[in-house]
C-alpha cells in the first residue's frame, strides 16, 4: 500500500502541503537542479534520524543541508572569504560547501555526524527553492534513493525506491544536471579542496579561485566525503556493550533496563532507535565534555538503524593515534 501523496507541478498549495509534512517530522523528497533529494527538517533530530532508515545506511554519513539563501547559509556555517567568494560565484547551483559549523546553531548533531563542519548549499530549482522559502527552515537532504543505489534524477526513481517512507514526493519533472553537486572543502589554512567532483566543473571553481584546487588525495589534509564520518572521536575511552559503569566511567545507557542511578545519559529511555540516533552525537559530546575521559555504552541491538549507531560506536571506541 502506497500512503504517499505526489504532487506534480506543484503550486504554492501543494508546496504548503510539503511543508507542513516536514513540520510534523516527515520526509519530502522534492527535485533540485542535481538529482532528487530526501529532505527533513534539519532541526529535528529524530527527522534526520529517518533518513537514514529510510535509505538503509549502514553508517551515519554526514548530510548536505539546503537552505534558501547565503544569508540563512550563514546562521549555520562560518564562511571563509574563500567560501563567501564560492558562494557568491555558484549559489544558487550545484555547489556544496563544507565550512565550519556555528555552535548552537540548532541543527541536529546527526546531520553533521558529530563533526564540527556542515555542508550548505543552495539549491537553483523553482520547486525546491519555492519549498525552501515556506518552510523557512533548514532542509537535511541526501540524494533520495536507497543506500548502495544510483541517485533519481526523476520523481518515478524516488517512488520505486523510497516509496515506503516518503510522505510526499513533489514531482518536478527530471532533473536538468541529473549529477550530484560539487563538494568543495576547507583545510586549516583556507585552502579549498575538493570532496566530490559534480555539477560545477573544477575549471570554473578554479576560475573564481584563481588558484589550483586540492584534491583529496593531495596529501594529509581532508580525507574524502564518507570518511570524514570516523573522523569525530570523543576523548575519552569508550568500553562497549557495558552492564554497569565501573568505577569513574560515565554511562551511556539504552531501553529501560539499565542500573539505576549512576551518572550518564540515556539514549533512549523507551529503547526507540530512532530517537538514540537522534541523540547520539549531542550526548557523546556532554559526556566527553564532562571530562569524565571514560564512556561504558550499553549493548544496542543491530536491527533498523542501531546497525550504523554500533558502527559509529565501535569506531569511537577503537584504538586510535591522533585525537584531533
Ligand atoms: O546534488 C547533491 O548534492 C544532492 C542533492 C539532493 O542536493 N545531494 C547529495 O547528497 O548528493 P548525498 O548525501 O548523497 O551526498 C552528500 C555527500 C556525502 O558524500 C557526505 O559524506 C558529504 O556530502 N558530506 C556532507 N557533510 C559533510 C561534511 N560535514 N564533511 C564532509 N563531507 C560531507
Ligand atoms: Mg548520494
Known amino acids: 500500500m502506497n500512503i504517499y501523496e505526489v504532487i506534480a507541478e506543484p503550486d504554492d498549495e501543494g508546496i504548503d502541503r510539503a511543508v507542513d509534512a516536514l513540520k510534523g517530522g516527515k520526509l519530502v523528497a522534492f527535485p533540485t537542479e542535481t538529482v532528487y533529494g530526501l529532505g527533513a527538517d534539519a532541526r529535528n533530530g529524530v527527522a534526520v534520524a529517518s533518513i537514514y532508515e529510510a535509505k538503509g545506511r549502514p553508517r551515519f554519513n554526514p548530510l548536505i543541508v539546503h537552505v534558501a539563501d547565503m544569508k540563512a547559509a550563514q546562521t549555520y556555517g562560518i564562511f571563509s572569504s574563500q567560501a563567501s567568494e564560492l ?39 523553482p ?74 566543473a573544477r575549471n570554473e571553481i578554479e576560475a573564481v579561485l584563481g588558484v589550483p584546487l586540492k584534491d583529496t588525495d593531495s596529501g594529509d589534509g581532508l580525507k574524502a566525503p564518507g570518511m570524514l564520518a570516523s573522523h569525530y572521536a570523543p576523548r575519552a575511552r569508550m568500553r562497549l556493550n557495558a552492564g554497569t559503569p565501573r568505577e569513574g566511567e560515565m554511562l551511556l545507557a539504552f531501553g529501560s533496563n539499565g542500573p539505576k542511578d549512576v551518572p550518564g545519559l540515556n539514549l533512549s529511555p523507551s529503547g526507540n532507535l530512532k530517537e538514540a540516533a537522534a541523540n547520539l552525537f549531542a550526548y557523546l559530546h556532554m559526556l566527553d565534555d564532562t571530562g569524565c575521559g571514560k564512556i561504558a555504552v550499553m549493548p544496542i541491538p543491530r536491527e533498523g538503524l542501531g546497525e550504523a549507531i554500533n558502527d559509529r560506536l565501535a569506531r569511537a571506541a577503537a584504538p586510535r593515534k591522533s585525537r584531533s
Open 87 to 125: 558562494a557568491d560565484a555558484f549559489w544558487p547551483g550545484a555547489l556544496t560547501l563544507v565550512v565550519p559549523r556555528r555552535e548552537q546553531c540548532g541543527l541536529s548533531e546527526l546531520v553533521s555526524a558529530g563533526l564540527g563542519t556542515v555542508a550548505l548549499r543552495v539549491p537553483d530549482h
Open 127 to 200: 520547486v525546491a527553492r519555492n519549498l525552501l522559502k515556506r518552510f523557512q527552515g533548514p532542509i537535511a537532504a541526501p540524494s533520495a534513493n536507497p543506500s548502495g543505489r544510483i541517485s533519481p534524477t526523476e520523481a518515478e526513481h524516488v517512488a520505486e525506491g523510497l516509496g515506503k517512507s516518503v510522505a510526499v514526493i513533489l514531482d518536478g519533472d527530471a532533473c536538468p544536471l541529473g549529477l550530484e553537486s560539487t563538494i568543495i572543502g576547507f583545510e586549516d589554512d583556507g585552502k579549498a579542496v575538493l570532496l566530490r567532483p559534480g555539477g560545477i
